[in-house]
């Protein structure tokens, strides 16, 4: 680490390739690790060439006033997507249930929805054999 201060302070700097730097900024939308991890797990100088990077190769679009926070992780809008996707699910099951209690009251008379102070049957009688 002091070979690389040293050599930033004689004015020579590292280059870094493109595929290098958009692996930097994919780790970084992931949102698994932060620019400071970043630059330590890859020994990355200077405190604002991720940052430039991220603006260059980000698939992400910004505004230049959005910029002052993190971006949405793409974690948060999956998992938006996967509760909506239950909601949906769960609202189908409700209907069907609600269509399946109006299928047996109509066509065999048993209401399925009883009040709360209702007393319930014994044994319900066996139905007729069908010929």
Known sequence: MKDQLVREAHGVSKRYSVAFKKKVVQELNKGL?????????YAI?????????SQ???????T?????GRPM???????IKELEKQLEDEKFKVLAYEMLIEIV?????????????????VSLPKPAPEK
Do not use: P
């Open 105 to 121: 009251k109509r066509e065999d008379g048993i209401d399925l929805l009883k009040k709360d102070g209702a007393k319930r049957s």
């Open 45 to 53: 100088g200077g405190k604002s060439s991720i940052t430039r990077w």
């Open 64 to 68: 230049e006033k959005a910029l002052v």
């Open 73 to 79: 992780k793409d974690k948060l809008k999956q998992r």
């Open 33 to 41: 690790l932060n620019m400071v991890q970043l630059r330590a797990k």
């Open 56 to 62: 260059q190769y980000a698939t992400l679009a910004y």
